[in-house]
């Protein structure tokens, strides 16, 4: 099995910046993709950004030149760096992990608020 824990999310204002976190544990030699998402109240969860093994990334045009995704495979870590935040950012995000075989994995989510 595979497990992602996410942190970092909070209270921020607009303009400033957040860092979320999501740690995998358990099989992750399974693990090929990875990708955070986030869902706005009332909203579909919709992709942010992703970044696969060797480190190809794409983001939503909503967030592009904003966020950053990166990861540290020697720390089975993954990262979000958000900047500029705005109040439309505001959403619970979620690590996903996925597997070579299609298989998703989630963590419990983190939420993100931007006050205007």
């Known amino acids: 099995q595979v497990q992602l824990v996410e942190s970092g999310g909070g209270l921020v204002q607009a303009g400033g910046s957040l860092s979320l976190s999501c740690v995998v544990s358990g099989t992750i030699f399974r693990i090929n993709r990875m990708g955070w998402y986030r869902q706005a109240p009332g909203k579909q969860r919709e992709l942010v950004a992703a970044i696969t093994s060797g480190g190809s990334t794409n983001y939503a045009d909503s967030v592009k030149g904003r966020f950053t995704i990166s990861r540290n495979n020697t720390k089975n870590t993954m990262y979000l760096q958000m900047n500029s935040l705005k109040p439309e950012d505001t959403a619970v995000y979620y690590c996903?992990?996925?597997?070579?075989?299609?298989?998703?994995?989630w963590g419990q989510g983190t939420q993100v608020t931007v006050s205007s």
């Open positions: 996903n992990g996925q597997s070579y075989y299609g298989t998703d994995y």
